[in-house]
């Protein structure tokens, strides 16, 4: 088949109240080549630092996102974009009152395993 039309994406399990569904990746299809997927972070959500073995592109479409890189704090609001290239040491959080609702592309796909998160 010439198209892959995902109509159900795989609802990621989380215990931080963050939604991730996963439209293409390792979760929904057991692909590794990459991984596409829509989130919304509640107000306050945050995750460890990592540094993972992919390159993440991130679009926000509604809210702002705080992303702390190699150093440097980054705030992308709706309608802007943003690459985090493998290797770099990086942290992703929702420090604001509202929601952030975004979309992620990985490549190669998000994995529990090339992500590095610290402890």
């Not at 991730?20 to 692909?31: D, K, M, N, R, T």
């Not at 995750?47 to 809210?63: A, I, M």
């Not at 942290?91 to 929601?99: A, T």
């Not at 992620?104 to 590095?116: G, I, Q, R, T, Y």
Request: proline share 8%.
């Amino acid at each position: 088949m010439p198209y892959q039309h995902q109509t159900q994406p795989f609802v990621v399990p989380t215990t931080d109240g963050k939604l991730i569904e996963e439209h293409f990746g390792l979760a929904s299809l057991a692909s590794n080549n990459l991984s596409i997927a829509h989130m919304i972070a509640p107000p306050g959500w945050g995750e460890p630092f990592q540094t993972p073995t992919f390159d993440e592109y991130t679009l926000v479409s509604r809210g702002k996102k705080q992303i702390e890189a190699d150093g440097e704090t980054i705030i992308v609001s709706a309608g802007q974009s943003i690459l985090i290239k493998k290797g770099t040491r990086v942290r992703y959080s929702n420090p604001f009152e509202e929601e952030c609702e975004y979309w992620s592309v990985c490549l190669p796909a998000f994995s529990m395993e090339e992500v590095n998160r610290e402890e």
